[in-house]
């Protein structure tokens, strides 16, 4: 009985964490989302000091109000073709919670599109590709108007590994 009832609690857990307002972005025609409390700020682009040695997702650091933070650019994580910037591009800041502390990331994607209120009946799991893809990074596939949204788990987008590394970035 004692197994059932944590078995319900995390299921309840999981619906209440899915369940929400998301801000919704693009890369490369398709369509993300990533819970509206992890969003700090959005800002247009502006001049990113690269990082010597890092991998080839992170794009550098910016200074933003006194503040270094890691930027890292979603299509090269993704393993999508590269774009140059456009006026449209911006960095989506947001808050990571890492095994020691959280930590500001800054995500550059396309365009940011608008914040929606997804209810758990339009979210669906993610399809299992298989064991050779990792799919952990994603909460789910939001289903509206006819289109697909990924729900990313922005805490999850980076590996352990990664962001210890970005976290002794300068």
Excluded at 51 to 76: A, Q, S, Y
Excluded at 97 to 106: A, F, P, Q, Y
């Amino acid at each position: 009985m004692e197994n059932a009832t944590k078995v319900m609690s995390q299921a309840i857990s999981a619906t209440t964490i899915r369940t929400g307002k998301y801000l919704t972005f693009t890369l490369e025609e398709e369509e993300y989302g990533i819970g509206i409390l992890k969003v700090k700020e959005i800002i247009g682009m502006m001049p990113i000091t690269s990082v010597p040695r890092t991998p080839e997702f992170v794009k550098g650091v910016i200074n933003l109000r006194g503040k270094v933070i890691p930027v890292i650019d979603l299509r090269v994580k993704f393993t999508m073709e590269s774009i140059s910037y456009s006026e449209r591009t911006c960095i989506i800041v947001v808050e990571i919670d890492s095994e020691s502390e959280t930590v500001l990331i800054g995500v550059v994607v396309d365009a940011v599109s608008e914040v929606l209120n997804i209810k758990e009946e339009q979210i669906e799991q993610a399809p299992s590709f298989g064991t050779r893809l990792n799919t952990d990074y994603i909460l789910g596939m939001a289903k509206m108007e006819g289109k697909v949204k990924i729900l990313l788990d922005i805490d999850r987008v980076l590996s352990a590994g990664e962001l210890e590394a970005l976290e002794k970035a300068p």
